[in-house]
């Protein structure tokens, strides 16, 4: 995936050499990507200098791909092939997308993910967001002047486990290392901390153009801490667009409409609202297929009365927020305002009068999120010295469980934990001589399962008959950094093991994502080839590099000769680097890794002994 | 995933205490807590260790994982105490042995009606200062019981009690969360 230059065998690369980093919001209206360059974290833009891409994908007959402006240019005259605001369906099934009826769209109800009928032919919102993807990868990769080396990716806080899955995913599939899921309000935190010197308590209120996302963090010296997250993953700008829709129709007392008219009333209707951000009304002119005039005149007060239970739909989860914070309004020392739909002066009045307090604009609403993934993915790449680096942590936004009898929810792991995070729990078997149990895992807040959204089912085999309730099945859930969900199930007195990575029923195996890659290459198979052995290449001189480093650092941790095992297999894995042979790489790096997983596990222990250490000494210098 | 390494296996049987440097007692400075976590996760996040080798990253969060649950034990007054008494070999068994003396549970029964009846933020807000001020009071005896008189098997109960208050006020949040909508 990383296509970072290889020195020669032997040769590591320059120490001061910066690694090639990005951080992309990909946003239900508009992605962007940004970087870190001479220290100032800044938007990239494309070659006619404008920094936003719209998040519109279009598909035509010859199998070519349009995105951006030009595909935004025709959401109107090809609206079955133009896909905006695709984030909305990520991870989503048919019966999740709502107002479908409202779409110009040809869903298809796909197991898993709901699937888009185009000329291009059927597409997963997992693809549709790869070619949004791919563009922005283009763009850094020519501003940056070569092959990046990892991207950070932001994500709604309040994404579930399907759709952040699908969204590694589609980062996957454009060919992009990810160094992190990061979560938009934490990124927008960090972009806003880092330039105020921040210190306290701080609100992110995160009104994007598809989801609404509040976090409270606690942030000190050096530290971001989610203390709690919230948030409404189908709430956004498109639903005030929607609104504004509806009142068109009735307005104009319209007939069903066709996929075109629907499309450009669409556009008129966000136009409106965007022109109602700064005036006190906005003209509406349309010309239908049918020959039929639209001319209306909206006026903010309308529009405010129209969208006012959207207005009040963000409440709620700022109260829960607050409430799961355990603090009060009066602690709050500021309130960060991020999207783009943050600019609705409705939306504004209300962060204002619930916080008590002015809300916090001095930040680009459109950009912030981006800047804050850039400055995480060049702190991510190793491009910081230790002290000017921080520490983030955040948590998962919904609680994960289990299915129990009677379909209800057995929570496991509580929302608002830190992450990562493992958390395991016992059952047991109902039925004498039960020799499989089938595990459901679900997420959410509801009691029932059928409340929440199903993750997973996967099922432990060949226990042997006993007793009903004798059997005991530990089953470990296990959250990593990017707040993905991996599953494994162990009975105890026989040792059956059952383990999945939580991603079959919303997303795609594995092998799905070979295929698309493959299928995305129309060059010959040798480019396919090449491609995964300068991958192989790349990921093994990083790991030669990190064990020479580790030895050098904590070789003292080690037996003589345990440290002659660990350079037997670093200098077998230099050899395989100079062969074109893909798969002896590939033995050589996971050779090296099984040989170095007692030292790793010896050095974060050291790590441990050294925070403890270090501490020690302040307070004796105290 | 592969078996736990040897010396991974020593930092997960090490005490959530030892962890973080503190000395086994209910009493707790909270704010050495903090500085130690921070000080510890600094170096082990995964954050830390994004582009080393598989083992170093599933090292490191391994140790994470390990870090943040110590954390959360320590931090909540009700799980450290929980905590102290497994490492005393006492096990508060919620599940298995709900014998209350009956004092506590009348007492009880009677702050679920005043929640049941609680109609606004005013009611609820007086019920969750009270809960608050026997969840304090608790704490204290707890600390004496098992940080002086070391009379574990008084401070099991004493936490039990703290269980069903905790529980109580998971009821509480439930029902402000109503009232907001």
């Known amino acids: ?622 | 995933m592969s078996k736990t390494s040897a010396a991974a296996a020593k930092a997960l049987t090490s005490s959530h205490f030892e962890l973080f440097g503190l000395p086994p007692a209910f009493s707790l400075d909270l704010s050495s807590l903090d500085a130690a976590y921070r000080d510890i996760q600094s170096r082990v996040h995964p954050d830390r260790h994004a582009r080393a080798g598989d083992a170093e990253r599933r090292a490191s969060m391994q140790m994470t994982t390990r870090v943040n649950e110590a954390y959360r034990t320590l931090r909540s007054p009700v799980r450290r105490a929980r905590y102290l008494l497994e490492l005393q070999g006492v096990d508060v068994g919620f599940e298995t042995d709900t014998a209350m003396p009956r004092d506590f549970l009348v007492q009880q029964m009677e702050l679920r009606e005043q929640l049941e009846e609680a109609k606004d933020g005013a009611a609820l807000d007086a019920l969750n200062r009270s809960l608050n001020s026997q969840k304090r009071d608790l704490e204290r005896q707890i600390q004496e019981q098992i940080d002086s008189k070391r009379d574990f098997d008084h401070a099991k109960t004493l936490v039990r009690k703290l269980m069903f208050l905790d529980r109580l006020g998971e009821e509480l949040d439930a029902a402000y969360a109503a009232l907001e909508g």
Not at chain 1, 135 to 160: H, Q, S
Not at chain 1, 511 to 528: C, G, N, P, V
């Open chain 1, 1 to 622: 995936m990383a296509l970072l230059q290889i020195s020669e065998p032997g040769q590591s690369p320059e120490p001061h050499q910066r690694r090639l980093a990005v951080g992309i919001d990909l946003g239900t209206t508009n992605s962007l990507v940004a970087t870190v360059r001479s220290g100032v974290a800044t938007v990239l833009p494309d070659a006619q200098g404008r920094a936003l891409l719209p998040s519109i994908v279009r598909f035509l007959p010859d199998g070519a791909v349009e995105v951006g402006y030009s595909a935004q240019a025709h959401q109107a005259d090809d609206p079955k092939n133009t896909v905006a605001s695709v984030k909305r369906y990520m991870g989503r099934g048919l019966k999740d997308v709502m107002h479908a009826e409202n779409t110009p769209y040809d869903f298809l109800d796909a197991p898993g993910m709901v699937q888009l009928r185009t000329a291009g032919g059927a597409k997963s919102p997992v693809e549709i967001s790869a070619e949004i993807l791919k563009v922005l990868r283009a763009r850094g990769e020519k501003a940056l002047n070569g092959g990046l080396t990892g991207a950070v990716i932001t994500v709604p806080a309040y994404f579930d486990d399907a759709q952040r899955q699908a969204t590694k995913d589609a980062a996957r599939l454009a060919g992009l290392n990810v160094l992190r899921l990061l979560n938009e309000p934490t990124a927008a935190a960090i972009a806003y901390g880092l330039e105020n010197a921040a210190e306290g308590i701080y609100a992110v209120f995160d009104l994007g153009g598809g989801t609404f996302d509040i976090s409270i963090l606690r942030l000190s010296k050096g530290v971001f801490e989610v203390i709690a997250t919230s948030g409404d993953a189908a709430l956004g700008g498109d639903d005030w667009d929607q609104r504004v829709f509806c009142w068109i129709v009735e307005a104009a007392k319209l007939a069903p409409l066709q996929p075109r008219d629907m499309r450009l009333l669409l556009v008129k209707a966000r136009e409106a609202k965007e022109r109602l951000s700064g005036h006190a009304e906005a003209r509406i002119t349309a010309r239908l297929s049918s020959g039929e005039i639209v001319d209306l005149t909206l006026d903010a007060e309308t529009f405010c009365g129209i969208t006012e239970h959207l207005v009040q739909k963000t409440l709620a989860p700022v109260r829960k927020a607050l409430r799961d914070a355990r603090l009060d309004i009066e602690q709050v020392k500021g309130v960060v305002m991020v999207g783009g739909a943050t600019r609705m002066p409705q939306i504004q009045r209300a962060a204002a009068e619930f916080f008590r307090r002015d809300p916090l604009n001095n930040l680009d609403p459109d950009k912030v999120v981006a800047l804050g993934a850039a400055m995480q993915a060049d702190a991510l790449a190793g491009n910081k010295a230790q002290g000017e680096d921080w520490l983030l942590l955040d948590v998962i936004p919904l609680s994960l469980g289990i299915e129990v009898m009677g379909g209800l929810a057995e929570r496991i792991v509580p929302r608002n934990t830190t992450i990562p995070c493992a958390k395991a729990q016992e059952f047991t078997t109902f039925k004498d001589g039960q020799t499989g149990m089938s595990f459901h895992v679900v997420q959410g807040e509801r009691e029932l399962v059928a409340d929440c959204r199903s993750l997973a089912r996967f099922e432990l085999k060949g226990l042997p008959p006993m007793a009903a309730g004798a059997a005991r099945v530990r089953v470990t859930f296990q959250v990593d950094a990017d707040g993905l969900l991996s599953v494994s199930a162990r009975e105890k007195t026989t040792g059956a093991e059952a383990h999945v990575t939580v991603k079959p029923s919303y997303g795609l195996a594995d092998a799905d994502i070979e295929r698309m890659l493959r299928d995305s290459y129309q060059h010959a198979k040798e480019d396919m080839q090449a491609r995964a052995l300068n991958e192989h290449r790349v990921d093994a001189q990083r790991l030669i590099d990190a064990t020479r480093s580790a030895l050098a650092e904590d070789g003292s941790l080690l037996t003589a000769e345990e440290i002659a095992d660990i350079q037997d297999k670093v200098s077998f894995l230099e050899h395989a680097v100079t062969t074109p042979h893909t798969r002896a790489i590939k033995a050589a790096s996971d050779a090296l890794n099984r040989a170095t997983e007692e030292f790793a596990a010896r050095r974060m222990n050291a790590s441990v002994r050294r925070a403890l250490a270090g501490r020690s000494v302040e307070n004796l210098d105290a």
